[in-house]
């Protein structure tokens, strides 16, 4: 009884602990808060829509997408330190032809997982893995196994070393 006692008060400290820690360290947007004014920034070089966007290493990484063709090319911005864009920059390396996709960054890596191909509603199971460097992506992107089920439309998110592709976590990749 005493050791379960005991136990049951080191959880509360440390529930509570983290609870003031996450409390004082955590900024809150209120309603009262103002986000600003849009600003006007480098006009993009193409319309698109279905693509991803990542911020790495001070820039803002586009890859894929569609307008009336599906876009397979990787485009970057160096992003300014008052948030506007320089201008946008075509990379040699060649992103696959995908839309609907989700992506994660882990490290020195970018993955692309699932997405669509031309025509429409094909979602597809593939995962694509390019390096990155302090320029940006520098290297073509590799297919890698595939997802257990088909994704498109749908988020990511890396957990420690693993990719999950549903917001329960409930699955979790290597």
Known sequence: ????NLNLFKTVIFVFTFYILTLFSTSYIFASDMIGAWTNTSQFPIPLASHITQNFNNKLLLIGG????????NISSV????????????????????????????????????????????SQDKVYMATLDTSGINSNFVQ?????QKLSLGASAIIGNKISDRPDMSALFN
């Open 144 to 148: 890698l196994n595939p997802l257990p």
């Open 79 to 122: 992003i300014n330190t008052d948030g506007t864009l320089n201008n946008w920059h075509s990379s040699s390396f060649v992103a696959p032809s995908i839309y609907w996709h989700a992506s994660v960054i882990n490290t020195s890596h970018i993955y692309l997982l699932g997405g669509a191909t031309y025509p429409p509603t094909n």
């Open 66 to 73: 569609a307008n009336s063709v599906v876009y397979p090319e």
């Open 1 to 4: 009884m005493r050791n379960s």
